[in-house]
């Protein structure tokens, strides 16, 4: 029986090397070497200020015509980049334009406050506090 318990740790030993041999050879398939970066166009980017001491960044470079009407485009509000909502939300304030054209005249439309004698005096009465009336 010990000699059977031997030969059983060896095949676990043995079965143990060709898990790790397995493991190492699927990391080797699976592993890719990245030589080339460059920016993921989906996300926001956050621009870092330059040195302002440092000579090689303060050269004038060209401007990418390409970059610049992304940014600017990305920069419009929605009603300038789309002709119609795009989303279901979007339909809530698309047409933001007043219906009725407002007129200040119009006694209609406008409540403006009023003040007389009595509310005048008691408007400046609130305005003082409670601390007055009592």
């Known amino acids: 029986m010990a000699g059977h318990q031997k030969e059983k740790a060896i095949a ?12 190492y050879l699927k990391e080797l ?19 870092i ?4 001491m440092s000579w090689h960044d303060n050269l004038e470079e060209p401007a990418d015509a390409r970059f610049l009407n992304l940014i600017h485009h990305a920069a419009q509000g ?6 119609e909502t795009q989303t279901e939300s979007q339909e809530i304030g ?9 007129q ?12 007389n004698d009595i509310t005048l005096y008691k408007a400046k009465m609130w305005s003082l506090g409670d601390d007055y009336h009592k």
Not at 49 to 52: G, T, W
Not at 78 to 83: A, E, I, Q
Not at 95 to 102: A, G, H, K, M, T
Not at 104 to 115: A, I, S
């Open 29 to 47: 398939r699976t592993q890719k070497l990245h030589t080339q970066y460059h920016v993921n166009p989906l996300r926001k980017v956050h621009t």
């Open 104 to 115: 200040r005249d119009d006694h209609r439309l406008n409540h403006f406050r009023v003040y």
């Open 12 to 23: 676990d030993e043995v079965h143990q090397n060709q898990i790790l041999r397995e493991l």
């Open 78 to 83: 929605p009603r300038k980049k789309y002709p």
């Open 94 to 102: 698309w047409d933001s334009e007043p219906l009725v054209n407002p």
């Open 49 to 52: 200020a330059r040195k302002p």
